[in-house]
């Protein structure tokens, strides 16, 4: 960080005993960014505002909300109806929960495809993975707050998962629910850890963030900067690019707010949580549904392993198999641009994890259990057959020796080859 | 960029592949006839004839069994019903207040401020006098089915007299094209003349169910109309401002493009 002298003494005088002014300065202005970042790569900075977003709604709507199993219902649909603009409050909520993960999924193929996980950035890579587990705990916990049908059957048929731990699973449910079934103690401690789990998410954005500012973006070419020639101050370059890209995601996401605000979530979650009917198909919101394909592709035990622990186990392996994915790859060059197999496995990776989904969200039965049994062999053996394999074989090109080189031969990407050459 | 695109179109569409061709023993999924509704669209909003006809329809059909415990008669003032009016229809139910002076509970005249009076007192009470079944609450029921307003039109003209041949009714049950199972406990609720419209509109099966839909669908939904107004505008403001944001994003990079 180099001294910088501020001319407004109060900022001086402030910046001499906690130099926070020239931090923003160093990290937030000169920052050096690589110069050929796509528009991929606005997705990072989409998530965390997405978070803000999450929060400053979420704490709006605990301000209106009872955590009891008999006014929960009631205190969301008053919410929506007598709270002024709380129509809007929830509808951005639950809808910037469905932008949260597509923001960050599409940051996560990003990754993938660029390569941004191999070292020097595993440990950026690795907090990000502990980021989506603490999305999808938040999320999964969140659902079940409006106290719905759906709220109720999903967090039943999810907390039950670890029923099939050996020995001790049924203890840890009942602790789990804080009874013997899901009912007004698991409603109360989720809505406490509903609260407390964005903030954690928060810390964990700082950390991955901080991560991020040592080694710096990766970029489309996925080689190291070589110098000032490669990189652009990121204001006001990115941050000009960021807001273009956060005025685009608005319009998408307010699109849904105010048209189809209940296009992502179930029709049987306007019905009040009834324990003693269960819906014909009880499904998760629809960012869970690969892994809910996962879970339920085992319909067979193996040997004395129930076929319900194994797919537990399976599901919970499906994300933190991504922790490894920066030592299962060993590529010599990061880019998908410049590995022409990978390039196509990535999307069929891609297609595999959409098939997971579709069948996630259909009912266990006639070709759809062999569908996602297929499915789901092929999204480990990505993982452990073709990542590693590739790494060995793959006849990969050349990249080109700087990124100011390749952008200075006509245009990122297209001319990449000549540039190489 | 144009691969990756293309990559993607590819996916997308083995995707749509796949879920137009639904594996055997997926459930059969009933026709819904598609309605046009004065709700939807980006500029959708309820139509106050069909809205007060469907109150009527309510009031006088499916309240005798319903209940619709969300809407206050004052809710009625959003959809033109004027203060004089709201009360009249409030006027006409009786509710339980108190405990007052005496600690003894009362009857008075409901209020603008009251909701509306459910026909039982209890679930026990609902299903001792339907059969065993128990008649849901309307107040969402738009959202809380797939496709809601046209499968609630459907269902409510969707009544058979005679029941296909191979398909054994059971005891008390109705034939309905549309509900899941096709035997539904409701008896038909609708009928031509099942109402007298008070605006002299004839009152056909197909007109009464549109207009209860209608009203139904603002019941579950009533911020429908300020949220699509307020939609437009922000919409049109965003799509503005973010030509704008990239105006000044190509002007910043012309230097080094």
Redesign the interface.
Known sequence: MEAKTWKNPVIAWIDDRLPVFSMMQAELVDYPTP?NL?YWWNFGSLAGIVLVIMIATGIMLAMQYTAHVDYAF?SV?RI??DVNYG??LR?LHTNGGSMFFIVVYIHFFRGM?YGSYRAPRELLWIIGVFILLAMMATSFMGYVLPWGQMSFWGATVITNLFSAIPLVGEAIVTWLWGGFSVDNPTLNRFFALHYLLPFIIFALVFVHLWALHVKKSNNPLGIDVKGPQDT?PFT??YT??D??GL??F??VY??F???A??FFGE??N??KANPMQTP?HIVPEWYFLPYYAILRAITFDIWFVSAKLIGVILMFASILILLFLPWLDRSPVRSAKFRPIY??LF?VF??DC??LG?VGG??P????VP?GQAATFYYFAHFLIIIPLLGKFEKTRTPPTSISAAVTHGGI?TKVKEAAE | ?S??MN??L???A??AF??VA??????EAPEVPEQDWSFSG?FGTFERGALRRGLQVYREVCASCHSLS?IAFR?LGDVGFSPDEIQAIAEEYEVEDGPDDEGEMFMRPAKASDRFVPPFANEQAARASNNGALP?DL??MI????N?ANYLYGLLIGYVEEAPEDVEMMEGMYYNKVF?GHQIAMAPPLFEEAVEYADGTEATLDQEAHDVVTFLAWA?Q??LEE??R???K??LF??V??AM??A??RK??SD?H
Not at chain 1, 365 to 368: C, H, N, T, V
């Open positions: 110069k796509n009631e649909e929506m109806r129509w809007l509808y495809y652009l006001p370059y000009i690019k807001t273009f005025g685009v608005m319009i307010l699109a707010v105010f048209f605000p209940d029709p049987d306007y019905i014909p390039k196509q999307w891609f297609a959409i098939i579709v259909n009912a039965e006639g070709a759809w569908i990407g | 960029m691969t990756p990559k993607l590819i996916a997308v083995a995707v796949l879920g639904p594996p055997a023993g997926a459930a980006m969300l809710n849901p107040s969402l959202k809380a089915r797939k809601g899941p579950a009533p911020e949220r699509k307020l939609g437009v922000v919409l965003l799509i401002l973010t944001l990239y000044v994003k910043i990079w080094v």
